[in-house]
């Protein structure tokens, strides 16, 4: 039930029993009083007529009485008929005699005794008619009853009317203002507010309306940005833990679980330390959290432990949470995966090692270069000017042979440094390794078990033939030596694309397409620490006299230098891969001539001799001479180009050494080119890998030397250069 209602039911209660009351009660009550009174008005009438009737009755003056009797009616008396009787009831005079009334009018037969000085003489008894005078009376009654009825139904009208306007309707008004705004519509309209307790209902109503609406927008402000924030930890890259005081993980985010191998919620609940790994130099985190509990922070790198038990390095931040009071209630731990770059760093880092290396052992190697080949030299033109019988002659052939494995020492130390000189051309690896299967099976033993798995289409790479087969070489003696009980030695070959992963993988690498060499054995197999190693010149496990410690950086520097790659993966016990990608040439380029067989041969020509390093230019100057050559010496590019001019048509060849202060040999060459064009001429370097090899200067030996060369090599390249028709040109 409404209020409205409430309201109403009330007041029509009220003109109910009012109604009723009137009607029901007061009406008959007044309408009896009202008879009485008019029987006690007509019998005092009577009365009063009566005392004046009786001496004029016995005067028998009845014109006198009928006008007494006509004072009754003015009197609102309406008498029917009049009869006097005696005491004893019998009629004595009908003074008017009784008119024929309808018999359900009310007559009342009203006596009145009749005295006569203190004589009883009967009484007079007046019919007189009530029905007339009463119906007057109840029409007025009536007529009062509905005013007052009418009048009571307006009063509760209007006062309901009132109250519905001042009451009823704000509260109904406010009840739905309530509802919408119970329903979330803070626009709600509210009633006009009014000067009364239910205006200040309206008030407070719509006070509180707009606090509740500021908290709303407060609360959803908030909420966004607890959203936002909800997010940025759910979506982080970085793994984020939060633990209680005592590191009992209360949540993880996605990523830790990725990272760590666990499913959702299964970290909750746990203690955070399950997830270092007890081992090498691990922080103290014992210490570390009564840090955290202090209010510090900790950063670090520790070891930590998969799910699967793999261990993996991580970069932690810890950090404490406090709440707004400043207690600390709970720790935050970032954890960053960074195996990727430990693993990197330590590829930098040898990289850098190797690099170092390379450096210092090329420059020993390049300036012993030049030292050995005066020793050479001057040992063989010792042992030419020998006779056949000298008992010295032995000491000399010990000079030379032991310079000899010096240079080869030193060309071994070239290739590890890039310094070797190249001649690149395009080699079928494929056809490379079949054609070398009899040399490789020469240097395995018969307990190995040797096989290929080539790539079946043909894979061209741009390297020196040379350098292919050393590389092959080093790498099966090493898988034999590796495998003293036997085993197998793997060569396979592939084609592969280094892509962006690889180079995460590995630090380094051009993105293109490559030839992988793989040569994988079956043999002991090392650990960490040697795998660091092997490729640094003179690294060696093997005991004195059976290892060099060469081979793998031989191996190293030419892959490096054909712009390659190598990763070795071993484990202990198991065997050994080493895995190397040169870049695949698309189209074979046309192939280079081969190289021709010299012969040493003597020669009557002029020769300009240009070389800045003297004992050098001394020696290679008595060779030239020894073998019947003119030499013009030049001990730098613009004395060459003095030299020349002063004789222009006289010299037949240049021999000059690529390196040299002030003007290099190719610089000098392309001078006095201007003036004859057709000159012949060889070029000479120990240290030409750089500025010939790589840079592509040269594109035919035929005019190229390289230090340090025995006598014969020297003169059988000046003759065949002297002899060719090829001239020498640069790219
Ligand atoms: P050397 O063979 O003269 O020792 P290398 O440079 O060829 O020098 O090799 C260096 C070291 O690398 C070797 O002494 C050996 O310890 C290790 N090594 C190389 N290849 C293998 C292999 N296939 N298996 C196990 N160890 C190897
Ligand atoms: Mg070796």
């Known amino acids: 039930m409404n209020l409205r209602t409430k309201v109403l039911l009330p007041f029509v209660l009220i003109a109910l029993v009012l109604l009723l009351f009137l009607y029901g009660y007061w009406t008959p009550r007044h309408i009896v009083d009202l008879k009485h009174e008019y029987q006690q008005a007509t019998e005092r009438h009577l009365v009063s007529v009566v005392e004046g009737l009786i001496p004029l009755l016995l005067a028998h003056q009845l014109d006198a009485v009928y006008e007494n009797l006509d004072t009754l009616k003015q009197r609102n008396v309406n008498w029917l008929s009049i009869r006097l009787l005696n005491g004893d009831g019998t009629k004595i005079y009908p003074l008017v005699p009784q008119p024929p009334v309808a018999n359900d009018r009310e007559i009342h037969a009203m006596e009145q005794p009749v005295r006569y000085q203190d004589t009883d003489l009967g009484k007079l008894i007046v019919d007189v008619d009530f029905d007339e005078p009463l119906k007057d009376l109840h029409i007025r009654h009536h007529q009062l009853l509905g005013i007052t009825s009418l009048v009571i139904l307006l009063s509760i009208g209007i006062i309901w009317l009132v109250i519905e306007r001042m009451v009823s309707r704000p509260v109904a008004d406010l009840a739905q203002a309530s509802k919408r705004l119970a329903e979330g519509d803070f626009a709600a309209q509210l009633p006009p507010v009014q000067h009364d307790e239910v205006g200040e209902l309206v008030k407070n109503f719509d006070q509180m309306r707009l606090s509740i609406r500021g908290y709303q927008a407060e609360l959803i402000t908030r909420n966004e940005s607890l959203n936002k924030l909800f997010h940025a930890v759910e979506q982080s890259p970085v793994s984020i833990v939060i633990t209680d005081r005592n590191g009992i993980v209360e949540y993880v985010n996605p990523k830790f679980n990725d990272v760590m191998g666990y499913g959702p919620g299964e970290m909750l609940g746990k203690d955070i330390l399950i997830l270092k790994a007890g081992t090498e130099a691990a922080p103290d985190f014992e210490a570390i959290w009564q840090e955290i509990l202090s209010g510090k922070t900790w950063r670090g790198e520790f070891q930590s432990v998969r799910k699967n038990g793999k261990l993996f390095w991580q970069f932690a931040s810890l950090s404490p949470i406090q709440n707004d009071k400043g207690g600390i209630t709970h720790a935050v731990a970032l954890l960053e995966d960074i195996s990727e770059r430990r693993a990197l760093e330590d590829q930098l880092r040898q990289a850098q090692k190797m690099e170092a290396v390379g450096l210092l052992t090329g420059g020993i190697a390049h300036d012993f270069n030049n030292i050995l080949s005066a020793i050479i030299g001057y040992g063989s033109i010792l042992r030419m000017k020998m006779a056949a019988g000298d008992p010295l002659r032995n000491n000399v052939d010990e000079i030379l042979h032991a310079s000899e494995r010096a240079a080869a020492l030193i060309r071994s130390l070239m290739a590890f440094s890039r310094k070797q000189v ?132 031989m191996v190293y520097g030419i892959v490096k230098q054909n712009n390659g790659y190598i990763n070795c993966y071993s484990t202990p016990g198991k065997g050994t891969t080493f895995k190397i990608y040169l870049p695949m040439v698309a189209a074979p380029r046309e192939t280079l001539p081969t190289e021709p067989v010299f012969e040493i041969q003597r020669g009557t020509e002029r020769i300009l001799l240009a070389e800045d390093d003297e004992p050098l230019r001394k020696y290679t100057k008595t060779i030239l001479e020894e073998a019947g050559y003119t030499v013009v010496e030049a001990s730098n590019g613009i004395e060459a180009v003095e030299r020349f001019k002063e004789r222009p048509d006289a010299v037949d060849l240049l021999l000059l050494d690529v390196i040299m ?55 059988g390249k000046v003759r065949a250069v002297l002899e060719s028709s090829v001239q020498a040109f640069f790219q």
């Open 422 to 553: 190249a001649n690149p051309t395009n080699v079928n690896v494929n056809e490379c390794i079949n054609r070398m299967e009899k040399l490789l099976l020469r240097t395995l033993r018969e307990d190995i078990e040797f096989r290929t798995m080539l790539h079946r289409a043909s894979l061209t790479i741009f390297i020196d033939p040379v350098q292919m087969e050393q590389v092959l070489i080093n790498l099966a003696t090493n898988a034999r030596d590796a495998m003293p009980q036997g085993g197998s030695l793997i060569i396979e070959t592939a084609r592969v694309r280094l892509d962006e992963r690889f180079r995460i993988r590995h630090g380094e690498a051009a993105i293109g397409t490559y030839v992988m060499i793989s040569v994988s054995d079956t043999g002991i197999g090392m650990d960490k620490k040697t795998q660091e190693h092997i490729f640094e010149p003179f690294f060696t496990t093997k005991e004195p006299g059976r290892g060099t410690g060469l081979g793998l950086s």
């Open 661 to 715: 202060p002030k003007k290099n040999g190719k610089e000098a060459y392309e001078e006095i080119r201007r003036t004859r064009p057709g000159i012949k001429v060889l070029f000479t370097s120990g240290y030409t890998a750089e500025l010939i090899g790589q840079q592509g200067m040269l594109n035919n030996h035929v005019n190229f030397l390289s230090k340090p060369c025995t006598p014969n090599e020297l003169l």
